[in-house]
C-alpha cells in the first residue's frame, strides 16, 4: 500500500513529501480547486435552503476526491521528469570523463615503449657516466626529446606537459620548460616502476606540478624492451588537462536557463569539478544520493534536489571511482519552463494522438479527464433537469451558478492535465534532443583519437628509417609488422593496421587474417591524398564506404604520411588504420539512448548516425542498415554544426520523438583542422501508434447562456430544453420534458430497427430509446457513455400519454425565449417537417448563434410510423414481465 502523508488537507503519496511545496503549478492547481472547493460548500448550503431539490454533496465529493488523485499525478510526473533530467546529466558527467581517460590508459602504455625515448635514456645515461663536461650533446638530445614530446601534444591536446625522468627521479626531459623541478620524490616514481599493472593514475597534489593543487597523470616506466619485466631505464609521466576537459563537458550539458550544478567527486565524495565554483567550489564535501532514486539536500544553507552516480565504466575501465553528482536548487527544481512552440512544432492531432496514448502517460493520470467528465455530466443532468422542472428565477440563477462551478472544476483539471501533458511531450523533445547531441559527442571524441593516432604512429622513428631505404627488405617487412602487432594490441578499436610505401604498395599489416593484401596495390583516392601529405600535422580520412579492407562493410580509413627523419617533406609512404566501425559506432549509439530505471534501453527506442545526404552511418535498429537512405524530413540535415533539433513524426506506423543534433567536433577535431565531415546524430523515442482518427465528439457547451437575465414569466414566453446532436443545437418545449438520465441504463434489443438504439428501465415501465442521429443528418456518438438521454412525453393517437427517451450527445441551456424570437421553419431539415421553429439569438445576449426547436409529435410519427405496432406489442409484453 503506498505511503501518505497529508499536505493542506489534501492526502498526498509520501514521495512527494518536502518537495510538492515547491512545485509552483501543483501548488496553483491546489489553491484554485481550495477555492472552487469553498464555492461548492456555499452552493450546497444555498442549494439546502432554496429548496432546489438539488443534492451537491455526491458531486461535491467526488470532486474533492478527484484533486487527491489529480494533485498527486502532477507532483509524481513533475518530480519523475525533473530526477529523470539531473540524473542523466549525472551520468553523462562521469561516464563522458572515463571514456575519454581510457584512451589515456593506453597512451601512456604505448608512449613508454617509445624508441626514440628509449635510446634517449640510454645515451642521457652514457653522457652522464663518461663525461660529465658533455652539455652540448645533452642539450642537444634533449632539445630533439622536446620537440617530439611537442609533436605529440600537438595531436594528443589533451596533455599540457610530458615529464621524463631517470628511475630516481631526476628529470631528463619535459615539455614545460619553466618548471624548475629537477628531481621529483613523488611515490608515484617508485610505484610506475614496481607495477604490475599497465599504468599508474593518480589525482592528487604532487611535486612534478608544484602549486597546481590536484592533477591527473598518468605514468608508466620505460623498459629497454617491449617486455614490461625489462630493465627499467625511467618512468614517463603524462599529464592531463584536467580542469580544461572538464569545462568542455560542463559547458557542452549546460544550457543557458538551468539552475542545476554539476560536479564531478572523488570516491570520498569531495568536490574535484564544478561547473559552477562560486557556487560549488572546489573540496567541498557533498552528501551523497548514490542509492536512492534521488535525494533532498542540504548545503550552504539550501536545500537542493540531487541524485549521484558511479560510473557505468568503459571497455572494463572503472578509472579511480569517481562519481557524477548534480545538484538542483528546490526552489527552481520544478520551474516548468515548457516549450513555447511545442503547438507550432507538432500538429495538433498528433499532440491529441500522443497525450491520449497509454505509452506515455499512466492509466491513472488518463483516467483523471474522463472520472471529471463522468461526474460533470451527472452534474449537468442534475442541473438541467433541475431547471426543467424549476420555474423560480432564483432557483435557476443559483442552478446556473452549480453549474458554472462544476464546469471551472473540471476546466481546472483539464487545463491541469493538458499542461502537464505539454510539460512532459516538451521534456521528451528536450531529452532526445539531449541524447542525440551526446551521441554525436561521443563520435567526435572517439574518432578525435583515430586522427590522432595515425598522425603519431606516422613518426615511429622505425618505420621512417626502414621505408628510407631502397628496398624494404622480407626482415625490415618482419620489424614492421611487429610494430603494427604491438600497437594493435593496445588499440583493439581498429580491426587492421597497414604501411604502404610511395607507390601504394602494402608491405605489413597487424592483423594475420590479413596478410594476403601484403604486396597489394591500393588505387583509392585517399591514398594519393595521404602521400600528398607532407605536414606531421595532417592527416586523411577516406569516405565513409564499403571497403575490401573492411571485408565489403563500410567504414572509415585513417591515414597519415610517413616522412623521411632527415627531410620531413620527402614522402616515404604511409600508414593506414582500419576502424572497427560497426560495434564501435554502435556502442556509441546505445550508450546514447534513453533509458529506463533498470538502466536498460528504453522500449523501441533506437539511434542513427546519418550523413548530410541522409545516408545511414551506423543504426541500433536493424530495419535501419548501414548505407541506406533515412527518409524523414530534411530539415533533420541542414541544422548548423553544432545545433539540435527534435520534432514528432509519423513514422513506419507510430509517432516518435526524433532528437537531431549535428557533430560539433571536439577540440581541433573537426574544428581548426581541415577536416570536414557533417554526421547528424539522431535518437528515436516512440510515444504512440498511428490509429485512425477518431469520429469528433458531440458538441459541449457551458450552461449560462440568457440565464440571469430578467424573466417575465408572461404569455409571450416559452421555456425550451436544448440540448446537442452532433454539432446541432436542438430544443423541445421543456414542458414535454420529463426528465434526462444516463446513458449507461440502455440495453439493446437484437433485432430491432436501426433507429431504435435500445430499451430503458423508467420509474418502473420500459420505454424505447431511439437514436435520431441519422435522420438528422448526424454523426452517431463516438462514445455512449458520455451520452444523456432525454426522457419525453407524447401523446400517441389514442390521445393516451406515453413515454420515449431520445439519445443526445450533450445537454444545453433550458432558457426562457420570448415568442418574437420564434421564426416557424418546418423544411429546415427535410420534407419530413422535424423542425417546428428556428429560435434567433436574443439582441442583449452574447451568443450569436440560433438554435432549432423540434417539432416532437411530427418526430415521433416519423420515426414510429413503421415500428409503432412493433413497439407497442413488444413493450406492453416486457412491462408486463417486469410488473409480474
Known amino acids: 500500500m503506498t505511503e501518505t502523508f497529508v499536505y493542506k488537507d489534501v492526502i498526498l503519496p509520501k514521495r512527494l513529501q518536502g518537495v510538492i511545496n515547491c512545485m509552483a503549478d501543483v501548488e496553483s492547481c491546489r489553491e484554485e480547486l481550495g477555492k472552487l472547493g469553498s464555492q461548492w460548500d456555499l452552493l450546497t448550503i444555498l442549494g439546502q435552503m432554496g429548496g432546489t431539490r438539488t443534492d451537491m454533496t455526491g458531486t461535491r465529493m467526488g470532486f474533492q476526491g478527484l484533486t487527491a488523485e489529480l494533485l498527486s499525478q502532477l507532483g509524481l510526473e513533475s518530480l519523475k521528469k525533473t530526477v529523470q533530467d539531473i540524473s542523466a546529466k549525472a551520468q553523462v558527467v562521469v561516464d563522458i570523463v572515463i571514456r575519454n581517460l581510457f584512451e589515456r590508459t593506453a597512451d601512456i602504455g604505448f608512449l613508454a615503449t617509445d624508441d626514440d625515448i628509449r635510446d634517449f635514456l640510454n645515451e642521457i645515461k ?30 594528443y591536446s589533451v596533455y599540457f606537459d610530458i615529464v621524463l625522468m631517470d628511475p630516481e627521479g631526476h628529470v631528463a626531459a619535459r615539455l614545460d620548460d619553466k618548471q624548475p623541478l629537477e628531481q621529483s620524490k613523488d611515490p608515484l616514481i617508485r610505484e610506475a616502476l614496481a607495477t604490475r599493472g599497465e599504468y599508474v593514475e593518480i589525482f592528487r597534489e604532487t611535486d ?31 599529464c592531463f588537462r584536467f580542469q580544461n576537459e572538464m569545462d568542455g563537458v560542463f559547458r557542452n550539458l549546460k544550457s543557458e536557463d538551468d539552475w542545476a550544478v554539476m560536479t564531478l567527486l572523488n570516491k570520498d565524495g569531495e568536490v574535484i569539478a564544478s561547473s559552477d565554483e562560486y557556487h560549488v567550489p572546489i573540496g567541498a ?14 548545503f550552504a544553507g539550501r536545500e537542493y534536489l540531487a541524485k549521484t552516480c558511479k560510473t557505468t565504466g568503459y571497455e572494463g575501465f572503472f578509472g579511480l571511482g569517481w562519481l557524477g553528482h548534480v545538484m538542483l536548487p528546490l526552489d527552481h527544481a520544478f520551474d516548468q519552463s515548457g516549450d513555447s512552440d511545442l503547438k507550432q512544432r507538432v500538429e495538433e492531432t498528433i499532440l491529441e494522438a500522443v497525450m491520449s496514448d497509454p505509452q506515455l502517460f499512466s492509466q491513472e493520470l488518463r483516467g483523471i479527464p474522463i472520472q471529471a467528465d463522468q461526474i460533470q455530466s451527472e452534474l449537468e443532468r442534475t442541473v438541467w433537469n433541475g431547471n426543467v422542472c424549476e420555474s423560480d428565477a432564483s432557483s435557476k440563477v443559483l442552478l446556473w451558478n452549480i453549474s458554472r462551478a462544476g464546469s471551472r472544476t473540471k476546466a481546472v483539471f483539464e487545463e491541469s492535465i493538458g499542461n502537464l501533458h505539454e510539460t512532459v511531450v516538451s521534456a521528451i523533445l528536450g531529452d532526445v534532443e539531449f541524447q542525440a547531441a551526446l551521441g554525436v559527442d561521443i563520435m567526435d571524441r572517439n574518432l578525435y583519437e583515430r586522427a590522432n593516432d595515425c598522425r603519431w604512429w606516422a613518426l615511429t622513428s622505425a618505420f621512417r628509417r626502414l621505408l628510407a631505404q631502397e628496398t624494404v627488405s622480407a626482415g625490415d617487412r618482419r620489424k614492421i609488422t611487429d610494430i603494427l602487432q604491438y600497437i594493435n594490441g593496445l588499440y583493439t578499436v581498429y580491426t587492421n593496421l597497414f604501411v604502404y610505401n610511395a607507390k601504394g604498395e602494402i608491405l605489413a599489416v597487424s592483423n594475420p587474417a590479413e596478410e594476403e593484401i601484403v604486396g597489394a596495390i591500393i588505387n583509392e583516392r585517399w591514398v594519393s591524398q595521404t602521400l600528398a601529405l607532407r605536414d606531421s600535422q595532417r592527416y586523411s580520412v577516406s569516405p565513409f564506404e564499403k571497403s575490401n579492407l573492411y571485408n565489403g562493410r563500410h567504414t572509415y580509413i585513417y591515414g597519415a604520411s610517413i616522412t623521411d627523419v632527415r627531410d620531413s617533406s620527402r614522402v616515404l609512404g604511409g600508414i593506414g588504420i582500419v576502424f572497427d566501425s560497426e560495434p564501435q559506432f554502435e556502442a556509441m549509439l546505445k550508450d546514447s539512448l534513453p533509458r529506463n530505471n533498470k538502466d536498460e534501453v528504453s522500449e523501441g527506442c533506437f539511434g542513427i548516425f546519418a550523413d548530410r545526404n541522409q545516408t545511414i552511418i551506423s543504426s541500433t535498429d536493424p530495419a535501419h542498415p548501414v548505407g ?111 426528465e434526462a438520465v444516463n446513458f449507461k441504463g440502455v440495453s439493446a434489443i437484437p433485432g430491432a430497427h436501426p433507429i431504435v438504439r435500445g430499451k430503458m428501465l423508467y420509474n418502473n415501465h420500459v420505454i424505447p430509446v431511439l437514436l435520431i442521429h441519422s435522420e438528422l443528418r448526424a454523426a452517431k456518438p463516438a462514445d455512449e457513455s458520455r451520452s444523456s438521454v432525454i426522457v419525453v412525453q407524447y401523446t400517441d393517437e389514442n390521445d393516451k400519454k406515453q413515454l420515449i427517451g431520445i439519445v443526445v450527445d450533450s445537454l444545453g441551456e433550458i432558457p426562457e425565449i420570448d415568442k418574437s424570437r420564434i421564426v416557424e421553419s418546418p423544411s429546415l431539415f427535410d420534407r419530413k417537417g422535424l423542425a417546428r421553429s428556428v429560435v434567433k439569438p436574443d439582441p442583449g445576449s452574447e451568443c450569436s448563434e440560433m438554435f432549432v426547436e423540434l417539432n416532437l409529435e411530427r418526430l415521433i410519427d416519423c420515426l414510429t410510423d413503421d415500428i409503432q405496432d412493433e413497439l407497442a406489442a413488444e413493450f406492453k409484453q416486457l412491462n408486463a414481465q417486469f410488473q409480474a
Open 126 to 155: 652514457m653522457y652522464k657516466a663518461e663525461d660529465e663536461g658533455a652539455g652540448h650533446d645533452r642539450r642537444r638530445l634533449t632539445a630533439a626529446m622536446v620537440k617530439r614530446f611537442r609533436e605529440y601534444v600537438a595531436k
Open 208 to 238: 612534478l606540478l608544484p602549486n597546481a593543487g590536484d592533477s591527473l597523470v598518468y605514468a608508466y616506466r620505460v623498459t629497454q624492451n617491449n617486455d614490461p619485466s625489462s630493465r627499467p631505464l625511467g618512468v614517463l609521466a603524462l
Open 285 to 298: 564535501k557533498m552528501e551523497l544520493a548514490l542509492d536512492a532514486e534521488y535525494r533532498v539536500v542540504r
Open 628 to 738: 541506406e537512405k533515412l527518409n524523414i524530413g530534411a530539415e533533420f540535415f541542414s541544422l548548423p554544426n553544432g545545433e539540435k533539433t527534435s520534432r514528432i513524426i509519423e513514422y513506419r506506423g507510430q509517432y516518435y520523438a526524433v532528437g537531431a543534433c549535428t557533430s560539433f567536433g571536439y577540440r581541433e577535431y573537426k574544428v581548426s583542422d581541415s577536416y570536414r565531415n557533417d554526421i547528424i546524430g539522431l535518437v528515436f523515442a516512440p510515444l504512440a501508434k498511428v490509429q485512425e482518427q477518431k469520429a469528433p465528439i458531440g458538441l459541449r457547451r457551458e450552461f449560462g447562456m440568457d440565464i440571469g437575465r430578467a424573466r417575465t414569466g408572461g404569455l409571450d414566453c416559452v421555456e425550451m430544453a436544448t440540448f446537442y446532436i452532433g454539432a446541432k443545437w436542438l430544443g423541445v418545449n421543456a414542458q414535454c420534458v420529463v
